[in-house]
């Protein structure tokens, strides 16, 4: 059984910057594409940043490029979301995300495994 698990979430004010982890339980890291989704109240789940396996590659969505920087270390077995220059427009659930293999990161349908959710809450 494949178990997302996330770290990191909070209550931080606009200009804060917030780290993210994520880690899988049960399957070795290194063979999945992991990326980070997020879903405000009202709205529909939203890329944000993705990671192919071996971190040679790496996706963003527009409204985070400059702020977020997604990264992973295969030897602790952890992928990160680092936020900066945060926003109240950033709050929302964030999940990790993982599948194997493959770069197409935007679409949610596309990946196997889901962490449980970890609240983001940027007040201004």
């Known amino acids: 059984q494949v178990q997302l698990m996330e770290f990191g979430g909070g209550l931080v004010q606009a200009g804060d910057s917030l780290r993210l982890s994520c880690t899988i339980i049960?399957?070795?890291?290194?063979?999945?594409?992991m990326a980070w989704f997020r879903q405000a109240p009202g709205k529909e789940r939203e890329f944000v940043a993705g990671i192919d396996n071996s971190a040679t590659s790496t996706a963003y969505t527009d409204s985070v490029k400059g702020r977020y920087t997604i990264s992973r270390d295969n030897a602790k077995n952890v992928a990160y979301l680092q936020m900066n220059a945060l926003t109240p427009e950033d709050t929302a659930v964030y999940y990790c995300?993982?599948?194997?293999?493959?770069?197409?990161?935007?679409?949610?349908?596309?990946?196997?495994?889901w962490g449980q959710g970890t609240q983001v809450t940027v007040s201004s």
């Open positions: 995300a993982a599948k194997l293999g493959g770069q197409d990161y935007y679409s949610d349908r596309t990946y196997a495994y």
């Open positions: 049960g399957r070795p890291f290194s063979a999945y594409t």
